[in-house]
């Protein structure tokens, strides 16, 4: 006999994947985002955030200059193009500080977004995160980091690919 909480229950939480590689993320239609330097599920995308930091990071006053990414720390090997960028899966990257800070602050509008319910989910999202980017944030104020100039390589990433948990609830709204 079913109980009195079946209609009440939720089905569960589906979690969407991008595969291993870039090409097998292109495949199954997922988006390189800028922003967090990861493919990630389409569904899970905030192009408007991605978009925002994307013309941020193209401005040629940043430090270094226009889209300040390389293959090593003296800045010598400069990645050109975001598509390239968007290949080098798994692989060490380097930033300037001043794009490392942004990268920190740029999620913001992303959460405020996910909370006024412009956007449905949020990859790349977890608490630890969230700390490690106050912690920077703070260091950078509390060192004078963000004032423009003091820029150069101080910041390395690995270019990834993230899941997206859509729970139970939004894969019957969305």
Same mark, same amino acid.
């Given at each position: 006999?079913?109980?009195?909480?079946?209609?009440?229950?939720?089905?569960?939480?589906?979690?969407?994947?991008?595969?291993?590689?870039?090409?097998?993320?292109?495949?199954?239609?997922?988006?390189?985002?800028? $922003?967090?330097?990861?493919?990630? +599920? @389409?569904?899970?995308?905030?192009?408007?955030?991605?978009? /925002?930091?994307? *013309?941020?990071?193209?401005?040629?006053?940043?430090?270094?200059?226009?889209?300040?990414?390389?293959?090593?720390?003296?800045?010598?090997?400069?990645?050109?193009?975001?598509?390239?960028?968007?290949?080098?899966?798994?692989?060490?990257?380097?930033?300037?500080?001043?794009?490392? $800070?942004?990268?920190?602050?740029? +999620? @913001?509008?992303?959460?405020?977004?996910?909370?006024?319910? /412009?956007?449905? *989910?949020?990859?790349?999202?977890?608490?630890?995160?969230?700390?490690?980017?106050?912690?920077?944030?703070?260091?950078?104020?509390?060192?004078?980091?963000?004032?423009?100039?003091?820029?150069?390589?101080?910041?390395?990433?690995?270019?990834?690919?993230?899941?997206?948990?859509?729970?139970?609830?939004?894969?019957?709204?969305?």
């Amino acid at each position: 006999m079913p109980s009195h909480n079946d209609h009440d229950s939720h089905p569960p939480p589906m979690i969407l994947t991008c595969g291993n590689s870039s090409a097998e993320a292109r495949s199954r239609g997922c988006v390189f985002d800028l $922003l967090t330097n990861s493919w990630m +599920p @389409a569904y899970c995308a905030d192009p408007t955030t991605d978009e /925002e930091y994307r *013309a941020w990071v193209l401005e040629p006053t940043r430090d270094l200059g226009s889209f300040a990414f390389s293959h090593d720390e003296e800045a010598q090997v400069h990645i050109s193009t975001e598509e390239y960028l968007s290949d080098l899966v798994g692989q060490h990257v380097y930033t300037t500080t001043e794009n490392h $800070l942004a990268y920190c602050i740029f +999620p @913001a509008r992303r959460m405020h977004r996910i909370v006024m319910g /412009e956007i449905k *989910a949020m990859a790349h999202n977890t608490f630890a995160h969230t700390v490690h980017c106050t912690k920077a944030l703070l260091k950078g104020v509390e060192d004078g980091g963000i004032e423009k100039g003091k820029g150069g390589i101080g910041s390395t990433f690995d270019v990834g690919i993230v899941d997206c948990v859509v729970d139970g609830m939004q894969q019957h709204r969305g």
